[in-house]
């Protein structure tokens, strides 16, 4: 079992920048790690992925260029490095975690293991 826990949001003006980080519980070397969000009213969205070893990142359009996902398999932690905030990127921000074989999921569902969520709140 893991567990994955959140830390690093809170309230940043437009175009600052924020870092959020994602610790697990248990060795996650093995998993693909994703960062998802959810704004009130949306349904949860795909913001970025990681492979297991860090070597291939996916993005949604509306980050890319912005954010950097990126892992630390010796200390079980995943982070993602927000620049360039928008509005828009007001949420509360999941990390999660999957064991699956296969290539980094872009789909909620895929995932199996999630943390509480943090919020990233950007003020105009």
């Known amino acids: 079992q893991v567990q994955l826990v959140e830390s690093g949001g809170g309230l940043v003006q437009a175009g600052g920048s924020m870092g959020l980080s994602c610790a697990a519980s248990?060795?996650?070397?093995?998993?693909?790690m994703g960062w998802f969000r959810q704004a009130p009213g949306k349904e949860r969205e795909f913001v970025a992925g990681?492979?297991?070893?860090?070597?291939?990142?996916y993005y949604v359009d509306s980050v890319r260029g912005r954010f950097t996902i990126s892992r630390d398999n010796a200390k079980n932690t995943v982070f993602l490095q927000m620049n360039s905030l928008k509005p828009e990127d007001t949420a509360v921000y999941y990390c999660?975690?999957?064991?699956?074989?296969?290539?980094?999921?872009?789909?909620?569902?895929?995932?199996?293991?999630w943390g509480q969520g943090t919020q990233v709140t950007v003020s105009s």
């Open positions: 999660s975690a999957t064991f699956r074989l296969g290539p980094v999921p872009t789909i909620a569902g895929r995932y199996d293991y």
């Open positions: 990681i492979s297991r070893g860090g070597s291939s990142k």
């Open positions: 248990g060795r996650t070397s093995n998993a693909i």
